[in-house]
Each structure stands twice: as C-alpha cells, then as structure tokens.
C-alpha cells in the first residue's frame, strides 16, 4: 500500500465466469470492444466525425435485439425537439393508456437519428408500452444544457396528454443521466413527477468518483476507458457536481418516484448504480437495486439474463403508476 491508502494488486487474468448463462459466456469470451482515442475538448470536427462513425453501429448493435418486434413508429417534432413515437403492435393491457419516456444512451455526444430511434424501440420492447423516445440536441454543437432542456419539452408535452403517474421517465446509460436530471428540475421548476423511473446502468456521476471507476476498469469489456473527455464536452464548462449534470448529488426530498436502478458485476458504472440507490433510499424513496452477475456495461445483448432484467423492468412499471 501507498502513503496514501491505495492499494497495489497484482496483474490479474480474470476467466470468463461458470456462474452465467452460455450466451453470456460467449459474450465475454469475445472479448473487448474497441475504444479509441477521444479528440480534443476543442476538435469540434473530431467529434462530429466520431458521432457519424458511431451512430450507425450504434443502430445495428440492436438489430438482433428487434428482430420480430413489432412496433409503429412516427416522427414527430415538439417545438424544435424531434421525438420517435413508438407504439407496439400489442401494448401490454397492463400498460395501456400509460407511456415511457424514453432518453437514449451514447456517451452524452452519440445516439441521434436511427440511433435514437433504435433504442428508443428497445426501450418500447423492454416495456410493451407506448414509447417517446428525444432525439436530443448534443455536443458538440449542443453543449449542456440543451439535452436537458429538449427533454424537459417532451416531458411538457406528455403532461398534456397524460396524467403525471401514467409516464415512466427512463433511460440506459447517459440517458440514465439525463432522466434521473429530468425528474429533478420538473420538480425544481413545479411540475408534476411522473409515477416512476427507470436507470438502466446509469451515468449519474460525471465526476466518476465511485470505486467501480478503477475496480472495474478493464475488466468491462464494454466502456474501456474513462468517459472523462466526453463528459467535459457535454458539461462546456460548467461543474460536474451540479445535480442536473451528476444527478446523484442532488436532493431526492420531497417527492422523487419509485426508481429502477439496474447494473453488473462488470459494469464500470456499477458504483453509480449502487450509491444513487443508498441516496434514494436516504431520501426516503422506494427504489429497487438489480446487480447481475458477470454484466457489462449494457448488458450481453440477448443472453437469458437480458431476458430476466426485462421481466423485471416490467414488473416494476406495472406496479408504480396508473
């Protein structure tokens, strides 16, 4: 150990686990996605390329995912807000009449267009409920806090054609981040909350302080590296440690919904996960914890597991909200 208290461990081969399904098995032994360098804060064009590279497969990675899905999907426009409103072809009867709003993940600069729509259908599979899925404004063009503020439109927008406890505010990664941030300034700016959140792996610290961010750095073969960079470029300039950038040091009294937290034994975000539990849970709120064993970042794309993390997703909506 250091002056400091940190402790040095030794190189370490880690073995794909015995303890998950063969799908998931063969999901880890394929090894790491590649991951490579961020361009600078100020290479505007880097990262406009890195997003028109990237949010194409973003769309195929959840192509098998759909396959057999299906679903009715119409391209709207709220003010200036492009949404995808995806309704199954058989929304569950325990949802019916109910909607999801959906933030879609990428990193807080990846996602939009087929991307969007992508997850967002996902998301409406996950659930079997009528889905809002915001192609939100994003870096670098749109620096914080445009996301927000696009997301926070639609969710007006759901207001109006739907009493507060029928939506669900959700969303998978950065768009963990972005939802629970929604939650917390509707409430800021007086409007009614929705009946409940979903946080799938969310990104709710931008200042990646959590422990997972070094215990688990490598070993999840999803998010490689510190998201740091991005996070810099989504925040242009303003403090990491505003609740409506690191929603997990905001103030969840009085009033936050039931909240669905969900992450992996792998999962880099897994101390996100964790500790926006225990500051729910502080504040008096219900809120469900769901760590599966061996996951990475988003999941095995199709294993058992996946299949098990949807059962519950729906068991929880069912349950809050009418």
Known sequence: MTDDGALHVPARTIPVPTSVSDAARAVLAAGPLGAGES????????????????????????????????ADVEEITLGDVPVYRITPADVR????GRAYLDVHGGALHLGAGAACRAMGTDAARRTGMATWSVDYRMPPDHPYPAALDDCLVVYRAMLERFDPAAIVVGGQSAGGNIAAALILRARDEGL??????????PEVDLTESGDSFRTNLGVDTMLRKSLMP?????????DLTDPYLSPLFGDFAPGYPPTFLQAGTRDLFLSNAVRMHRALRAAGVEAELHVFEAMPHGGFFGAPEDADLDREVRRFVDAHGR
Do not use: K, Q
């Open 230 to 238: 991005a996070n810099l470029l989504y925040a242009g300039g303003h």
């Open 192 to 201: 009614p909350l929705p009946g409940a959140a979903v946080l799938i792996t």
């Open 39 to 70: 361009p600078a804060l100020d290479d505007h064009a880097g990262w406009r390329e890195l997003a028109a590279t990237s949010n194409p497969m973003i769309a195929m990675m959840f192509e098998p995912r759909l396959a057999g899905f299906a």
């Open 93 to 96: 009867p325990a949802v019916a």
